[in-house]
């Protein structure tokens, strides 16, 4: 008599009645594929499926995919057969996988969960049967500063399931496993093709290895090549797989042509280049998510990420600081003046910055953000592991209110819900960032908040040509994406092409709301070359599908889902309403039940603190540093994790604290607490410091002449006031390796005030010692030179302080 299931490395362990029984995971391999051509991606899923047991089983298996992506084939092979694979209306699906299955063939049905999650099932697989699954998807790459970024997810992260969220969804969600083993190696290689020179290929999540980097050459289709892959064979499924792929003409706008028999796609890939200039007055409120599942590694990338932000804002802004967990908590009352004291004290709570606010609770502190009465326009930036069941909503709450509000989204973590962060920046007219451990936090965060700063553009057209109009073509998305400089938008035209010609150049242009600034123009060739297929086709279809998704109000919910349905359909992708199927034509004869068997998904690095070792012989696959026996959790208890709280103390090593009131504490928090206590990873996270009111000086006393270059900047930012000068301080002769006494006899020769001397100092010292971080202390000097020029510091100081670096 079977009972619940839990899962152990690549053994599942069955509850029986008189015994436990380990069964062997029927999932053996998982080899991911990819080509980038362009900023175009096709990404292959190969799944490898094996019954070693005596009656036949069920395996069903939930897996991430890019949020945006559309899933364009499904290829199922049964012992050497190829099944023929349809894509039909859910329920259609659902009754042939059924009849199937219960006749005792072999059925493959693939669903989704939700637009990043996909369910595979195989039913009825036969003892000793193999069966492998070939699924393919496409996607748009993002640009991250100067490279081409391209994330493949590899593993869900366990989601919080708020109390009121009873959907169908939720509940499937609800249903993932989670081991701290990988469910089965896995294998990655990548080939890009690029029309400018590939100049580098690299992975801040694996060790990687690129061939073909140094040839100058060019295929017969006039691109150029590499090849990468993991450094060793095999890899865990803990975290997304990220690569970036710098290129000569990454931040180049270019337009894409596919033609079909009847029509022609164009993607107009855009690179808005805006030289914006305004130093507007706004409502900046940093939302930052304080659940349990930031714990580790992700609140430091939280913590960082606001102090640079908080240095790099504006005189003029106004500014709030809102944590969030299963309630939230604002620094002030309301947004306040940015000035020395309101930083001062923003400085101070960031410090004592933990993840111990309890569960995601993201939409009652958003709904409370975007509906409250401001004098300023608004701006939130949002960072977030985003571990939530409820992104949709959230989604239409932005939506709703994004005339009078902008969303901006970090995504922090080695798997963060790229569904909710890309979702939020979408729907709310903001720009998303993804980070991790590893990666540079500051380009990000100042890329972001110098769209926020923008002002924004208005009447955004597109001239298609001349003969192209809505008689004969239909446009996706139907509005076009607010533009950001250097943030890539991507825009589809589906255009019937009997009759019509097709233009050699498209026009976009915009004017600007801010008085005096210019307006945006920019005329981008058609790639001559011409596409052939239905790639393009494909992905205007799934863009303009995501866009019916997440309409904040359906007047008519039915025909909406007619026209998903119908457009699903025609291109053959799998939606919300459709699902693919493949179903064996012979029967399996076996007089033994059939058994089912859930494929837990591996828990992700970092996730609530547990911190993984790299291995990188093993190509970046990290093995869990752990005491205890694994556990299975499922998303709701995972929630329960959140009422662990971590706060730093001097005197003694930190004690996690909890609230046990929670009716989980005893099935969830309870066993990993004693688990979190016996690891070494986590004892060593904990260390002595000093106490909370002497932290200033002991920061002070400390010598950074070992410091990193990023630290030395980072440190050198956080000495600037609220009004953009800096003052005398003993950490800038220790960051800049310089005498105090040169310094002072140049206050005492030059007459200059010393705020100006000190401010010059600084500038310059970043300008010539840290160009390479520009991107991270931009607007910091920006703001200091704005008060030189009003105090009138002259030529000849900085002259003479240039001096002193040659």
Same mark, same amino acid.
């Given at each position: ?23 062997? $995971? ?30 036949? %089983? ?54 989704? $969960? ?30 991250? $500063? ?51 020179? %590939? ?12 061939? #073909? ?34 290129? *000569? ?75 969030? #967990? ?35 609770? @993201? ?16 701006? $939130? ?21 994004? /005339? ?23 729907? #709310? ?78 026009? @976009? ?77 012979? *029967? ?160 005492? *020769? ?38 030189? /020029? ?17």
């Amino acid at each position: 008599m079977y009972g619940e299931k839990e899962h152990c490395g690549l053994k599942s362990v069955i509850k029986g009645e008189w015994r436990n029984i380990l069964i062997p $995971v029927p999932l053996k391999s998982i080899k991911i594929s990819c080509q980038l051509i362009n900023y175009v991606a096709e990404v292959t899923v190969e799944q490898e499926y094996q019954n070693v047991e005596e009656g036949p %089983i069920e395996c069903e298996y939930m897996f991430p995919i890019e949020e945006e992506s559309a899933v364009i084939s499904f290829t199922a092979q049964l012992e050497g057969k190829t099944l023929e694979s349809k894509v039909k209306p859910n329920k259609e699906a659902e009754a042939d996988y059924d009849k199937a299955v219960s006749e005792g063939r072999t059925g493959f049905l693939a669903q989704s $969960v939700r637009p990043d999650i996909l369910k595979i099932k195989v039913g009825h697989l036969s003892p000793g049967a193999k069966c492998s699954i070939k699924l393919t998807y496409i996607l748009e790459a993002a640009l991250d $500063v100067d490279k081409i970024r391209l994330t493949i997810p590899t593993t869900i992260s366990p989601k919080y399931i708020p109390f009121h969220d009873n959907s169908e969804e939720a509940n499937k969600i609800k249903s993932i496993k989670y081991d701290f083993n990988t469910p089965a190696p896995m294998t990655f290689s990548i080939g890009a093709k690029m029309k400018s020179k %590939i100049e580098s290929v690299t992975s801040p999540s694996h060790s990687i290895q690129t061939e #073909g980097l140094s040839k100058d050459v060019v295929n017969e289709q006039g691109f150029f090549t590499s090849k990468t892959s993991l450094s060793a064979s095999t890899t865990d499924l803990d975290r997304d797989i990220i690569i970036l792929v710098k290129c *000569e003409a990454a931040n180049a706008s270019v337009v894409l042509r596919e033609d079909d028999a009847d029509s022609t796609v164009l993607m107009v890939s855009l690179v808005p280049k805006l030289t914006l200039k305004s130093d507007p007055e706004l409502d900046i409120v940093f939302l930052i998510d304080c659940s349990g599942s930031m714990m580790g590694s992700s609140i430091k990338l939280a913590r960082d990420a606001i102090n640079i932000l908080l240095h790099s804002l504006p005189h003029t802004a106004y500014f709030n600081i809102v944590r969030f #967990g299963s309630s939230y908590k604002k620094l002030f009352d309301s947004s306040v003046p940015y000035s020395d004291e309101t930083l001062a004290t923003a400085k101070k709570a960031m410090k004592k910055l933990e993840a111990d606010l309890g569960g995601t609770e @993201i939409l009652s502190p958003l709904k409370m953000l975007l509906e409250e009465k401001t004098k300023l326009p608004r701006r $939130v930036f949002v960072l977030t592991d985003g571990s939530v069941s409820n992104s949709m909503e959230c989604l239409k709450l932005a939506q709703k209110h994004n /005339n009078n509000s902008k969303v901006f989204a970090l995504g922090i973590g080695s798997a963060a819900d790229r569904h909710l962060v890309k979702g939020l920046a979408r729907a #709310g007219l903001g720009t998303s960032e993804f980070t991790t451990e590893g990666e540079m936090i500051a380009p990000k965060v100042i890329k972001q908040l110098k769209h926020c700063l923008q002002p924004n553009l208005k009447d955004v057209t597109i001239n298609w040509g001349n003969d192209v109009d809505i008689n004969n073509s239909s446009q996706a998305p139907s509005k076009i994406p607010s533009l950001y400089n250097g943030s890539r938008v991507q825009i589809f035209r589906i255009v019937n092409n009997k009759g019509t010609t097709i233009p050699a150049t498209i026009k @976009i242009s915009a004017d600007v709301v801010a008085e005096g600034e210019e307006g945006f123009d920019e005329e981008v060739s058609v790639d001559e070359s011409g596409l052939q297929g239905t790639l393009l086709h494909k992905m205007f279809a799934r863009k303009l599908i995501q866009e019916l998704e997440e309409k904040e109000e359906m007047a008519d919910e039915k025909e909406v889902k007619e026209l998903i349905t119908e457009l699903a359909m025609k291109y053959q992708l799998m939606s919300k309403h459709t699902s693919i199927v493949a179903v064996d034509d012979k *029967e399996n004869k076996n007089s033994q039940p059939m058994q089912s068997r859930s494929i837990a998904n591996q828990m992700p690095s970092g996730f609530h603190g547990f911190q993984q070792q790299q291995q990188h012989s093993r190509g970046g696959a990290p093995r869990m540093m752990m005491c205890a026996a694994p556990m299975a959790f499922g998303a709701a208890p995972m929630g329960a994790m959140g009422f662990f709280s971590m706060k730093s103390s001097m005197k003694k090593r930190a004690q996690p604290q909890f609230d046990n009131s929670s009716v989980e504490y005893e099935q969830c928090a309870a066993p990993m607490m004693r688990m979190r206590t016996q690891c070494d990873s986590y004892k060593q996270s904990v260390v002595d410091c000093c106490d909370d009111e002497d932290l200033e000086d002991c920061e002070s006393e400390e010598s950074m002449e070992d410091s990193s270059p990023m630290d030395t900047v980072l440190a050198l930012i956080a000495l600037q006031t609220a009004a953009g000068y800096f003052t005398k301080d003993k950490k800038i002769f220790s960051a800049l390796n310089i005498q105090e006494e040169a310094i002072e006899k140049l206050v005492e *020769e030059t007459k200059a005030d010393s705020k100006i001397v000190y401010t010059v100092l600084v500038c310059v010292a970043l300008e010539k010692k840290f160009s390479d971080f520009k991107s991270c202390w931009e607007l910091v000097v920006e703001k200091a030179e704005a008060y030189l /020029n009003k105090n009138s510091a002259s030529v000849e100081l900085k002259d003479k302080i240039a001096a002193l670096f040659n």
